[in-house]
């Protein structure tokens, strides 16, 4: 059975803090993405990886950075947390052309 | 970025009707389509993928409308079950595209 696995599945971090939202997957895809989801505005793009190392910008990257080390991983950190950044956070990954396979999501709340 | 667009809904309908839903893509160089199905506070899950010449699953059928940019979902015999929200994902086949997802239309099957 395939795998994306996020992290936390509830989040409650301060105004100021860095944020470490981990994701991992067992496919062996070389594609994976962190969207937000907010009500009214749908899934956003933050960023995405397309190999190891490898990163682009989303449609919002703003106040966010990313790290992908090893092909299971790609985490998403909040240099400085903000209460604009209270959202669910969606992880996925794909192999090109198929199917796109989401963790379970993590919902922060920035206080 | 390319955009895809939904009716955002909500579409309440009785059990037993025929639902449709549309959806429209500006990416005429998009390859890969996919209708998923999201529950509240749950992640994305797919439905079906979407084929050039039409594909059905069960009470599920998915069209491609390469010519006009437009994708379509038909539910029929709805079920309580079917209440969710159906997002509408967009990809291209090349490693640096990333999936495009609509913002979703609701559905609320009723009693």
């Known amino acids: 059975d395939v795998k994306v696995t996020q992290s936390s599945r509830y989040l409650v971090k301060r105004t100021g803090e860095k944020v470490f939202l981990e994701c991992v997957q067992d496919?062996?895809?070389?594609?994976m993405f962190w969207y937000r989801q907010d009500p009214g505005l749908g899934l956003r793009l933050i960023y995405f990886?397309?190999?190891?190392?490898?990163?682009e910008k989303g449609d919002i990257p703003e106040g966010y950075s990313v790290s992908r080390e090893k092909k299971e991983r790609f985490s998403l950190i909040l240099e400085s947390a903000s209460t604009n950044q209270t959202s669910m956070y969606l992880c996925?990954?794909?192999?090109?052309?198929?199917?796109?396979?989401f963790g379970q999501g993590t919902r922060l709340t920035v206080v | 970025r390319k955009e895809v667009e939904q009716d955002p809904g909500p579409f309440n309908v009785p059990e037993g009707a025929t639902v449709a839903f549309n959806c429209t893509y500006s990416n005429s160089a998009s390859q890969s389509f996919f209708w998923y199905r999201q529950d509240c506070r749950k992640e994305p899950k797919l439905l079906m993928s979407v084929y050039s010449s039409g594909n059905e699953d069960g009470r599920f059928t998915a069209q491609l409308n390469r010519a006009s940019q437009y994708i379509s979902l038909l539910i029929r015999d709805s079920k309580l079950s079917d209440s969710a929200t159906y997002l509408c994902?967009?990809?291209?086949?090349?490693?640096?595209?990333?999936?495009?997802f609509g913002k979703g239309t609701r559905l609320s099957v009723i009693a």
């Open positions: 990886s397309y190999d190891v190392k490898m990163k």
């Open positions: 996925a990954s794909l192999e090109q052309g198929a199917e796109a396979f």
């Open positions: 994902v967009v990809s291209g086949n090349s490693g640096n595209t990333p999936l495009v």
């Open positions: 496919m062996d895809h070389e594609n």
